[in-house]
C-alpha cells in the first residue's frame, strides 16, 4: 500500500495581508503537525436555504417583488454577519472583549462594548470561489496543474471584495462565504489561547445576534426576520488550512464532526453516522482513500460558485433534519407506550408473547437485538454508551419540551432491558429444546441491519428497510405487539444513543466548526497519528489498530473455534481456516472467505499462530460447545529473538510494546478464544470478519510503511509572485520546465543556474533582473559539462550590465555566489 | 372557581366569540413586518368589547416567534414538517370570551395558519396542512388557526394551547387543544390555569377598585 502524500496549504489567506509572497505548502504530515495550532484565518459559510423560503413566502403574501425582498433580506443577514463578526473577533483581539470561559457572561459583556472603536487587526472577505482555497489541500505534488492554480488564486486575489456594507449585493446567493482572516500580535499566547479565542466568538456571535445594539442594524426592516431562524443553524464555521478552530481532541464532539465528511458522499446508503462511540473510533482507523478522492475530486469538478459547498450544506440540512425526526420518533415512542402501559404491564405481556410458540421468530429477533446492545465486557459494543448517556443526555434535553426528556427514555431503558434479557434467557433455553426459529435477514430491524452489515465481508447487503409488518394494534397503533413494541423501543434507544453523540452538529444549539478537509483530523486527536516521527509513526499506528480492536470488543461479533481442535498448538491461521476448525458465518462458503482473508492477510495467512483457548464460567446449560473468538495478538521478533508485544487479555491498557527497538513485525499471532455463551453461539447468521481483515491489513501496512521516508513533515515555500509571473509570460499555463524551480521557491529561467542567480541577486540587491546571461568555463577537454563561470545581469530600467561571478554546475548540485560590497554599491547606486 | 370552569368548558354548539377572526401580515420598509389577529363582531358578541373596548373590531398586534423556524421546534416541526392528524387532538370544549379576551390582552400570542410565511418546511402542502386543521375542529373552512403563547421573555413558542375554529359563515371558536395527545398530560390545563389567574387577577382589581372608591370618598 501506498502512502498518500497530500500536500496542503497553510495559511493561504493570511498571506494576502502580509506584504511578502511567500506560501508555505506543506504535506500532510507537516498539515497534521499545524493542526495543534489554533487557525488564523477562518471561512464562515452561510445556509439561507430556509430563510429563502421563508422570505419568498412573506414576499408573496404581502405582495413584494419576490426577487428584491429575498435578495434584500439575505442581504441584511450577510451584512449583520460580517459587522458582528468583525466587531467581536476585533473586540476580542484587542481585549475590549474577554476570552469566555465556562460563565455564560456573553450578554452583558457584548451590552457594554464600545463599539466607537476602530476595527483593527481583522480582515473580511467575500469568497467566491472556496474552492481554490481548499483544493490545494489535495495536492498529492507539487505539479504544473496546481502551480497553475495557485497562480490563478493569486491573480483573483488582487480582486477579491471586502465585506464594507456597499460590498454586499442584494442577491439570491443562499450559500455566502466569509473569509475571515485576524493577526495575533502575541504569537506564544496565541497558541495557548487561539482555541479560546474561537469559542468565544461562537459565544458571542450567538448573543449579538439576537442583540445586535447597531443602530444600523436594529432599525432594518428585516431586523425581527433575522430572528425566526436560530442563527447557528445557518452557519458552518472552517478553518482555512491546516490550523484549527476546536483543539482536536478524541471525544465524540470533535470526532462528530470531522464525521460530517461523511456527506461529501454522494452515496444516500452511506448518510449514516456511526451508532456508538467504539465505531465511531473504529472508523478512525479506517484508511479511507475514497472519502477522502470523493471530496476531492468534488471539490475540483464543482469549481464554480462554490458549487461543492452548496451540495453539502443541502446534505447537511437533510441530514439535520432526519436526526431531530428520529429524537422526536424516540420521544414519541417512549412517552406514549409509558403513558398507556407500566412496567409491569409490558413485562407481562412481553412473557405472554415470548412463551406463545407462534411468536417464535419474532422473539429470536427481540432477543438477538437486544442481546448486542447489553452484552457485558468483554462483548460489550454499546455499555461504555450506555454508561455516558446517563451523563450526557442534558444536550438534548432543550429540545424535548413534551413528553419523557431523555434521561427518563434511558431510565425507560434501564428498567425493561433486564426484563428483555431475563425472558430471553429462557426463551434460550426452549430453543436448545425445539428447533433454532429461521431467521430471515430482511426480519431483522434496520438499525440492525445496517450495524452488523458495517462488518459483513458482503457488499450484496440489500436494503435496510423493515418488512412491514402486521397490523399495529396494541398501545394506540404504535406497534403490533408486545415484543414489536419492544424491538422498536430497542432501536430508538439506538437512535438516542447515536443522537447523543452527534449532538453537536445536528441539533446546532451552538455554532458548529468542523475540521472538513483534513483528513487526519481525527487521527490526530485520537493520538493515532504522530507526524513528527515516521517510524515512531508506524508502530503507532499498528499498536493503535491492534490495541483498538482489542478495546473494541470485535470479539462479540464471533468467529467460532471448533472445540475438537487440540489446544496450544502452533499451527497458521491458514490451516485453521482450511481445516474448518476456524467457522465463520453460515452465508458465506468456505471458499469466499477464504479467498478474502488471503486478500487480506496477504502472507500473514501461512505465519504460525498459537492458539489459546480459555475457561470462562457461563450459567448457561452446555448444550453447545463452540468457542468464540476472543482477540488476536501479534508477536514480534527482532532477530532471532522473539518478543511478544501484545497483552492476551483483550484490554488496551495492558497491550505494550516491549522492545523499542523492533525493525520488523514477523506477523506471528496468538488467536484467542473462550467458550461462548450459548445464544451467542446459536449466531448463524453473521460473522464480521472485518476485525480480523483490519488487524491484518494493520500488519501489513507497518510492513510497507516502514521504508517510507516521506511520512516525515515537509514544508516547501513557494513565491507567488514567481509563478504568477510564470503563469503570465507563458500564456496563463505553467509549462514543465518551470516546476523544478518555482517548487524550490525560485523563478521560472531557461535553467536552474540562472534562476538562483536571480534570487541571490535579487535578494541581495533588492532589484528586479529584467534579462541575464551565464557564461561557461572554456570547455577544455570538451567534457560538455563545464561549469558557469559569470552572470551578466541587466536591470529592469537600466542600461548597465553587471558582471559577477559565480560557480554553478550544469545540473545545478553545486552552487556559489558571492556579491562584492563594492558592486553592490555601485549597483544601488546607479538605480537610485 | 367551578362555574368559571362551566363557562370555560361549555357545550360546543353554543358560544360563538366572534363573527370573524383572521390574521394578517404586512411588511412595510420603515418598520419591518408586523402580523396582527383582526377580530370583528356583532353586536351581541363581547370578545372585540373585552378585548379592545371597541364593541365592534378588534386589532391584536401579534408576537414573532424567536428561533422557531427550525427543525428543532417541536410545535412547527409537528404542524408543517410532516403534518399528521396524530400529533393533535380538540378536546371540543370552547374556550369563553371571558378566558380568550385575558388570553389576549394578557399574553405574547401568535397564529399558526395553514399558510404561515414561517413555514419553509412545506410550503407546497398548505392544502394537506389545511385538512388537518379542518379536521381537529371538524369542520370544512380551511380558515382555522393554532394559536401559540410566546414567552413573555424568551420570545420562543411556549405552547400550544388552542385552536382557533371558523366555520363556513366565518364564525370564531376557540377550542382547547391537546398537542401530542397520545402522551399529553395536558388536557384543558392551560385554559384553567389562566382561569384562575384572571379570577385573581380581577379579585385585585376589584380591591384595588374599592380601595379607591373608600379613599376617594370625603
Known sequence: ?832 | MKILILIILSCLSQNLLASKMYSSVHFNSETGISKNLIIECNQDESLCQKTCDNKLKCIVAESLCMDCASEKSHEMNSIYAHPADEYFQSTKTNVSDDIFSYFLRNKKIMTISNDLFINYYSPELSTEISVIFNNICGNNSNNNMMVAEINENSNNIESLPGIICIDSDKNAQIQALIFNPKYSLQKNEFWQALSSESEVALKRMGLRLRLSNKLSLP
Open chain 1, 1 to 832: 500500500m501506498l502512502l498518500l502524500i497530500v500536500w496542503t496549504i497553510s495559511s493561504v489567506a493570511l498571506s494576502q495581508t502580509e506584504s511578502n509572497s511567500w506560501l508555505t505548502i506543506s504535506n500532510s504530515a507537516q498539515c497534521s503537525a499545524e493542526m495543534a495550532k489554533p487557525a488564523e484565518s477562518i471561512f464562515i459559510s452561510g445556509n439561507y436555504r430556509n430563510l429563502g423560503i421563508l422570505l419568498n413566502n412573506l414576499a408573496k403574501q404581502t405582495s413584494q417583488d419576490q426577487t428584491s425582498f429575498i435578495g434584500e433580506g439575505l442581504r441584511y443577514n450577510k451584512i449583520k454577519l460580517a459587522q458582528l463578526s468583525q466587531i467581536i473577533l476585533s473586540g476580542l483581539l484587542n481585549q475590549k472583549l474577554p476570552y469566555l470561559n465556562e460563565d455564560n457572561l456573553a450578554k452583558s459583556n457584548w451590552d457594554q462594548l464600545d463599539f466607537s472603536k476602530e476595527i483593527k487587526n481583522v480582515e473580511c472577505l467575500q469568497v467566491s470561489e472556496v474552492n481554490t482555497y481548499y483544493s490545494n489541500l489535495f495536492l498529492r505534488e507539487v505539479n504544473a496543474d496546481k502551480l497553475t492554480q495557485i497562480a490563478k488564486l493569486n491573480l483573483n486575489r488582487k480582486n477579491q471584495i471586502n465585506c464594507d456594507d456597499n460590498n454586499i449585493k442584494n442577491n439570491l446567493d443562499l450559500y455566502p462565504i466569509f473569509n475571515f482572516n485576524i493577526k495575533s500580535s502575541e504569537p506564544q499566547k496565541w497558541q495557548k489561547d487561539g482555541f479560546v479565542f474561537w469559542n468565544s466568538f461562537k459565544k458571542y456571535l450567538s448573543s449579538a445576534w439576537r442583540n445586535p445594539r447597531l443602530k444600523n442594524l436594529l432599525d432594518s426592516p428585516y431586523h425581527k426576520i433575522s430572528l425566526l431562524i436560530p442563527v447557528e443553524e445557518q452557519l458552518l464555521i472552517l478553518s482555512n488550512g491546516c490550523r484549527s478552530i476546536e483543539k482536536p481532541e478524541c471525544q465524540s464532539d470533535y470526532l462528530s464532526s470531522a464525521e460530517l465528511r461523511t456527506l461529501f458522499t454522494t452515496d444516500r446508503k452511506k448518510l449514516e453516522m456511526t451508532g456508538s462511540t467504539l465505531e465511531m473510533k473504529d472508523q478512525i482507523l479506517k484508511n479511507d482513500t475514497e472519502m477522502e478522492d470523493n471530496i476531492s475530486s468534488q471539490i475540483t469538478k464543482k469549481s464554480d460558485n462554490n458549487q461543492w459547498i452548496k451540495d453539502f450544506q443541502k446534505s447537511y440540512l437533510g441530514f439535520t433534519s432526519n436526526n431531530i425526526d428520529k429524537l422526536f420518533s424516540a420521544n414519541q415512542l417512549y412517552s406514549s407506550v409509558l403513558s398507556q402501559k407500566s412496567y409491569q404491564l409490558l413485562n407481562q405481556d412481553l412473557e405472554f408473547e415470548i412463551n406463545d410458540l407462534k411468536n417464535s421468530e419474532s422473539a429470536f429477533y427481540l432477543c438477538m437485538e437486544h442481546r448486542i446492545l447489553t452484552q457485558s465486557e468483554p462483548y460489550s459494543l454499546f455499555k461504555t454508551d450506555i454508561e455516558n448517556m446517563q451523563s450526557n443526555y442534558q444536550q438534548i434535553d432543550g429540545v424535548l419540551k413534551y413528553g419523557l426528556k431523555a434521561n427518563e427514555i434511558i431510565k425507560a431503558f434501564n428498567e425493561i432491558s433486564p426484563k428483555i434479557t431475563k425472558l430471553c434467557n429462557q426463551y434460550d433455553s426452549q430453543i436448545a429444546k425445539n428447533k433454532k426459529p429461521t431467521d430471515n435477514w430482511t426480519n431483522y430491524r434496520p438499525w440492525y441491519k445496517r450495524f452488523i452489515s458495517r462488518y459483513k465481508l458482503t457488499s450484496e447487503m440489500e436494503t435496510f428497510k423493515q418488512n412491514s409488518g402486521s397490523d399495529s394494534t396494541y398501545v394506540l397503533g404504535l406497534c403490533a405487539n408486545s415484543i414489536d413494541c419492544h424491538r422498536k423501543m430497542i432501536e430508538s434507544f439506538t437512535d438516542l444513543n447515536k443522537l447523543l453523540l452527534h449532538s453537536k452538529i445536528f441539533l446546532k444549539t451552538q455554532f458548529v466548526s468542523a475540521p472538513l478537509f483534513n483528513e487526519n483530523a481525527e487521527k490526530f486527536a485520537c493520538g493515532v497519528y504522530d507526524p513528527w516521527e515516521s517510524s515512531r509513526l508506524n508502530k503507532k499506528k499498528l499498536t493503535a489498530d491492534i490495541a483498538s480492536s482489542l478495546l473494541f470488543g470485535w470479539s462479540a461479533l464471533p468467529i467460532y473455534l471448533d472445540v475438537n481442535y487440540s489446544k496450544k498448538e502452533l499451527v497458521s491461521f491458514n490451516k485453521l481456516v482450511e481445516n474448518g476448525h476456524v467457522q465463520f458465518d453460515l452465508e458465506f462458503s468456505k471458499n469466499e472467505v477464504r479467498k478474502s482473508l488471503a486478500v487480506n492477510f496477504g502472507n500473514l495467512l501461512g505465519a504460525p499462530c498459537a492458539i489459546q483457548i480459555s475457561e470462562v464460567e457461563t450459567n448457561l446449560s452446555e448444550v453447545n460447545n463452540r468457542y468464540v473468538f476472543k482477540g488476536i495478538s501479534a508477536n514480534a521478533c527482532k532477530g532471532s529473538s522473539k518478543k511478544i508485544t501484545t497483552s492476551l487479555d483483550g484490554s488496551a491498557d495492558s497491550f505494550q510494546r516491549n522492545d523499542k527497538n523492533n525493525k520488523q513485525i514477523c506477523g506471528q499471532c496468538s488467536i484467542n478464544f473462550e467458550k461462548a455463551p450459548l445464544l451467542l453461539g446459536a449466531l448463524g447468521s453473521f460473522t464480521p470478519v472485518g476485525f480480523v481483515i483490519r488487524l491484518a491489513s494493520s500488519l501489513i501496512r507497518f510492513n510497507n510503511f516502514r521504508n517510507d521516508q516521506i511520512a516525515n513533515p515537509t514544508e516547501f515555500n513557494l513565491n507567488t509572485d514567481y509563478i504568477v509571473d510564470a503563469y503570465v509570460k507563458n500564456n496563463n499555463r505553467i509549462p514543465e520546465n518551470c516546476v523544478p524551480m518555482l517548487s524550490r521557491g525560485l523563478s521560472c529561467r531557461s535553467n536552474m543556474c540562472e534562476s538562483l542567480v536571480v534570487k541571490e541577486y535579487e535578494q541581495t540587491t533588492g532589484l528586479k533582473v529584467d534579462q541575464i546571461h551565464l557564461v561557461e568555463e572554456p570547455d577544455y577537454l570538451n567534457t560538455k559539462q563545464s561549469n558557469y563561470k559569470s552572470a551578466e545581469i541587466k536591470n529592469k530600467n537600466s542600461d548597465h550590465v553587471y558582471k559577477v561571478p559565480i560557480t554553478c554546475d550544469k545540473q545545478a548540485n553545486f552552487f556559489n555566489m558571492t556579491m562584492d560590497k563594492k558592486l553592490i554599491q555601485q549597483i544601488k547606486m546607479d538605480n537610485k
